[in-house]
């Protein structure tokens, strides 16, 4: 296997609380400290992804509710195209590539108009086709898509449209179990390599989009063939919100692209059959007959 260099994108989605100050030192962190290659943040247009029962509900758990109903909560999270343009703009000036997941096709029109590198479907909209015609006809970037909650079947489906559109060499397509947090038992990491035997040679890459704990199963995720890793950030777990407990923090997102850069360093085979590094200790120790 042709290992392709790591690249780790730092999830921010709406862990910014919906103040700018700290999106942006979410980006800062990510950029110098965690060294990631790319930030994600999440847009979307409540009243038209939501019905109106769903916008007036409560929040199912209302201690992380930033509103008095779902639709406020998630109004007080969101940020205006504007306000996206200053993150991205933010990114080129800390050297760190920004990108936004898409929920409806408002949102993907206005992300689209920023022209990031790529844009990210999540598990729940893959398929949403009328938002995905839209960008394989007016968007020239990478398109990234989740396949949490998909079967199969819907993954072929999602990949002959692209191929039908001319875009498939434009599609990344993650791993993802859609769970906060999802436990290890559930992550199915041998699916990687199911997307790959199926799908390398069809679309541009594979990736990995983790919810659980720890960092440990995002290594295994790129040695079995998917060089992308996205992962939650924040800055504090304990943080009002759904999805910080599922959350790298810094040191944590630091670490995960740390590992995963070594790792890359060391899948190799040995270039000849002794080492430089081992020919100093075979004179020295090699038993002699």
């Given at each position: 296997?042709?290992?392709h260099k790591p690249y780790v994108i730092a999830e921010i989605g709406c862990n910014h609380k919906?103040?700018?100050e700290i999106a942006k030192e979410l980006i800062k962190v990510a950029a110098i400290f965690c060294k990631a290659d790319a930030v994600k943040f999440q847009k979307r247009n409540n009243k038209e992804l939501l019905t109106e029962e769903q916008y007036n509900a409560p929040h199912p758990n209302p201690?992380?509710?930033?509103g008095d109903t779902y639709g406020a909560h998630r109004e007080y999270l969101e940020f205006n195209v504007q306000q996206h343009q200053e993150l991205m703009d933010y990114c080129d000036e800390m050297g760190i590539t920004y990108s936004t997941s898409v929920w409806d096709t408002s949102s993907?029109?206005?992300?689209?108009?920023?022209?990031?590198e790529f844009i990210k479907i999540p598990s729940a909209c893959n398929n949403h086709f009328e938002m995905l015609e839209w960008l394989c006809d007016h968007y020239k970037g990478e398109i990234h898509c989740s396949t949490g909650m998909t079967t199969p079947d819907e993954i072929e489906q999602l990949v002959q449209f692209f191929e039908?559109?001319?875009?498939?060499?434009d599609l990344v397509l993650y791993?993802?179990?859609?769970?906060?947090?999802?436990p290890f038992e559930d992550i199915c990491l041998l699916d990687i390599t199911t997307l790959r035997d199926k799908y390398q040679n069809r679309i541009k890459q594979i990736g990995?989009?983790?919810?659980h704990l720890g960092i440990a199963a995002d290594v295994a995720a790129y040695t079995l063939g998917a060089p992308i890793v996205e992962r939650h950030y924040t800055l504090d777990r304990t943080w009002k919100g759904t999805d910080h407990s599922a959350s790298l923090e810094p040191n944590g997102l630091r670490k995960l692209a740390r590992d995963l850069r070594a790792v890359?360093?060391?899948?190799?085979h040995k270039s000849q059959d002794i080492l430089p590094i081992e020919q100093v200790q075979r004179d020295k120790l090699k038993y002699r007959k």
């Open positions: 296997m042709n290992y919906g103040d700018m201690i992380n509710s930033y993907a029109q206005e992300i689209a108009s920023l022209n990031p039908r559109k001319g875009r498939a060499q791993n993802c179990t859609s769970g906060y947090p999802v990995f989009s983790g919810h890359h360093k060391a899948l190799t």
